[in-house]
């Protein structure tokens, strides 16, 4: 930022209030998650480097002929498809992906696909967003530009059979419905023709709403005053002649409703004055139209967070919005082609590490990812963009975003919404294009047909099902072959300071003696007779449905772990058991963690969290086997690299790991008997597939010491941790070698 441009901010803001209200917002949110300082200190530092690159290109870094090869050379690889993750069209046949607990997937969609008369007066005869879309060079190395379309061209919203088609691929895809930005200014409508056709052909049949994109039309593309096109006011009799324009389409049978209220999204609330009285107004004359209500929803932009204050119903994000202000940019990873570029550069694998840290909010909050986001299209060498995209790691920000409408949201409004279906002037599309096909709509395919976990298969092995006599939100479930470690379990569970449910089970020859010795400090323990096959995690899968159906909010799974194929195996129960089951505050902090994070599914001991690949052992055939019938492939599993906790001892949320009960070989006992086996079998690969079942549903793993930082109390613990969470613990992490003292690992380091 230089100091001409924070003159210009601070002179803005002491006129206008709103531009001042919207500015303080957004420094609130960088001040509170600690990004404020770094913000400016990587403004000096992107002046320096940018004139450190001008110096250095202007020295010569290179032969200008070779630099000329290699540039042509990335511009054909970009129009080319992507050696790695190009995917053609394999869907055709429209499903009915969302069913019970499955997130609802809704996509933003922008009509300005056609010419039309503003336009045309403000940017030239003809004028279309792929005037923009079309010109748009590489700026940096690895810099993916122009973003050109494949199978749909370059449309024209004019012809009705082009939306067909695009709702064709929606449908098959899994995209539940489509967001329309509606443009209308003070009675003025513009690129409404799209969305006029749309309601005029009924056969048309997919679900949407409309999104008012109520700030400011100017040339710059900022919603700024300057260089207005058509501007936006906030009368009172405009603001009711809004609602009125909008009736009849809130009142179409395709429109999305929750209980009934049709959902309206406004981008920029915060521009309208004496809203709270505007709002009243909305509510009112919905309610004369015979609908039962309104259910209205603000975009977090702006500085705009919590929806209840200025009287909205929900709010959904609106990415970038919000991510650029809890993460810092990079300059481009791999330098840059053109040494005037003055734009921005975040990593993608960033901004997705960043929306697993999420906590629930008192509010609903819709949660929404992009595929990816560039601009320099519409801002030729100074757009923003987020570098080095992903089909794998978008998919993972999907189902992040699905854990937490599925924990937070029911099924009248558990919507995850995507920014956008054809953005592509700013990067930002769904739809499939040259280099990467239908890789991005292939997840969220994906994550549509999901098992519903709302629903919990019959196991003909589970232990009963039985309402609990205490209703605790916490349970151990414990597996207790071993009786003569008991003491040492019995004693660590005098940490657990809230009531639990203790769950035990043990083989009919144990069942006498375990329990005795149980019974003796928890009389009201629970233990079930199992056979004595897969170890510990046959058990833990027969325990699994009464977990699920008594809806604990936190489990621990302990077992009577002795190793005895290895000297340390007392130490190793030991260290694992003390990790989980510390004194003090810590362990609170660990338990309310689970429940705070939608997204958390999993607590490892630290120190014991390993990466699969690379502890794999004899489990290949297994391992393999089990990630497709979660649904993924050999490929997720490579790009993911999920983690694992060595020792199966963890604290776990039950339905983070209810995918397991959908896995015909689980369904089916396909446990082996037990022969002293120390690998290869079926219960060695689901501990390494916990992980998997986990990250596959878009909940997450990590160790006691992260858990007991983002649990704590104190708020800046607590934003510290959650950025080395998003750092360490997120796809980009996951790519690190983690070693334990207790394992061997089978894969070299690379």
């Known amino acids: 930022m230089t100091v001409k441009r924070i003159i210009r901010v601070l002179w803005r803001a002491t006129r206008d209030p709103l531009y001042r209200r919207e500015v303080t917002g957004r420094i609130r949110q960088k001040i509170d998650n600690g990004t404020f300082y770094t913000w400016i200190w990587r403004g000096i530092q992107r002046r320096i480097w940018s004139t450190s690159q001008v110096g250095s290109m202007q020295s010569g870094g290179g032969a200008p002929a070779d630099t000329a090869q290699d540039y042509i050379q990335a511009l054909r690889f970009n129009q080319g498809p992507h050696p790695e993750f190009h995917q053609p069209r394999t869907r055709v046949a429209p499903k009915n992906y969302s069913q019970g607990s499955t997130p609802r997937f809704i996509a933003y969609y922008l009509p300005q696909f056609h010419p039309f008369e503003v336009n045309n007066h403000a940017w030239g005869q003809g004028f279309t967003e792929w005037t923009n879309t079309t010109k748009a060079t590489p700026q940096y190395k690895g810099h993916y530009?122009?973003?050109?379309?494949?199978?749909?061209?370059?449309?024209?919203?004019?012809?009705?059979?082009?939306?067909?088609?695009?709702?064709?691929?929606?449908?098959?895809?899994?995209?539940?419905?489509?967001?329309?930005?509606?443009?209308?200014?003070?009675?003025?409508?513009?690129?409404?023709?799209?969305?006029?056709?749309?309601?005029?052909?009924?056969?048309?049949?997919?679900?949407?709403?409309?999104?008012?994109?109520?700030?400011?039309?100017?040339?710059?593309?900022d919603g700024m005053e300057s260089d207005v096109i058509l501007h936006q006011s906030y009368s009172h009799e405009k603001c009711l002649e809004f609602i009125h324009d909008i009736l009849p389409i809130i009142q179409d049978p395709r429109y999305i409703c929750v209980d009934g209220k049709p959902l309206l999204v406004i981008y920029r609330p915060l521009l309208i004055p004496d809203l709270q009285k505007v709002v009243q107004s909305w509510r009112d004359e919905v309610v004369k139209a015979g609908l039962p209500g309104l259910w209205l929803v603000c975009a977090q932009t702006f500085g705009l967070v919590d929806p209840r204050p200025i009287g909205f119903d929900a709010a959904v994000e609106f990415p970038p919005h919000k991510i650029n202000d809890r993460i810092e940019d990079v300059p481009p990873p791999q330098g840059v082609w053109n040494r005037h570029f003055q734009g921005k550069t975040w990593l993608y694998a960033d901004a997705v590490g960043e929306s697993l840290t999420r906590d629930a909010q008192p509010y609903p909050l819709y949660r929404c990812a992009f595929p990816s986001w560039d601009n320099e299209a519409r801002r030729p060498a100074a757009g923003y963009s987020f570098a080095q995209v992903s089909p794998v790691q978008f998919g993972e920000w999907l189902a992040t975003c699905s854990s937490y409408a599925r924990e937070t949201r029911s099924k009248s409004d558990n919507f995850v919404f995507v920014n956008a279906w054809n953005e592509w002037a700013e990067g930002a599309h769904l739809e499939p294009d040259r280099h990467f096909g239908y890789a991005w709509l292939e997840q969220v395919a994906r994550q549509s047909?999901?098992?519903?976990?709302?629903?919990?298969?019959?196991?003909?092995?589970?232990?009963?099902?039985?309402?609990?006599?205490t209703q605790a939100r916490v349970a151990v479930v414990a597996h207790i072959y071993y009786e003569e470690t008991w003491p040492d379990i019995a004693q660590a569970l005098q940490a657990l300071s809230e009531p639990f449910d203790l769950i035990i089970t043990t083989t009919a020859e144990k069942i006498t003696l375990v329990s005795s010795q149980v019974k003796v400090q928890f009389a009201h323990a629970e233990i079930h007779t199992v056979d004595n096959k897969g170890r510990d995690i046959r058990p833990f899968v027969a325990v699994l449905p009464l977990l699920l159906k008594r809806q604990y909010q936190a489990v621990l799974k302990l077992h009577s772990k002795k190793s005895l194929h290895r000297g340390d195996g007392d130490l190793w129960r030991q260290t694992l058991i003390a990790q989980l089951l510390p004194h003090g505050p810590e362990l609170p902090a660990m338990i309310n963690s689970l429940q705070e994070y939608p997204s958390l599914g999993l607590i490892a001991p630290e120190g014991n969290v390993l990466n699969i690949q690379r502890y794999i052992g004899s489990n290949h055939t297994w391992v393999d086997q089990l990630v497709t019938e979660l649904g993924e492939d050999s490929q997720w599993l490579e790009q993911t690299r999920p983690w694992f906790a060595a020792g199966t001892m963890f604290w776990f949320k039950p339905q983070a790991v209810q995918s397991l009960l959908h896995c015909p070989s689980i369904l089916q006992d396909a446990f082996e008997v037990e022969k002293g086996q120390i690998d290869g079998t079926l219960a060695h690969a689901i501990e390494r597939v916990l992980g998997c079942a986990t990250l596959a549903n878009g909940y997450h793993l990590i160790d006691t010491r992260l858990a007991k930082g983002i649990g704590a109390q104190d708020a800046n613990v607590k934003r510290q941790a959650q950025k080395f969470w998003a750092n360490e613990w997120s796809c980009k992490g996951r790519q690190r070698t983690v070693d334990s003292p207790f394992a061997r690992p089978t894969e070299p380091v690379s």
């Open 449 to 469: 047909e999901k098992p519903c976990l709302a629903e919990v298969p019959d196991l003909s092995y589970a232990v009963p099902v039985t309402p609990s006599a």
């Open 145 to 221: 530009q122009p973003h050109l379309p494949a199978d749909l061209g370059h449309y024209d919203l004019r012809v009705a059979d082009v939306m067909r088609q695009q709702i064709d691929i929606a449908k098959s895809y899994g995209v539940h419905g489509f967001c329309f930005h509606y443009y209308w200014f003070d009675g003025q409508k513009v690129m409404d023709l799209p969305l006029n056709q749309f309601l005029a052909n009924p056969d048309m049949d997919q679900s949407f709403c409309i999104c008012w994109a109520n700030e400011n039309w100017t040339r710059r593309w």
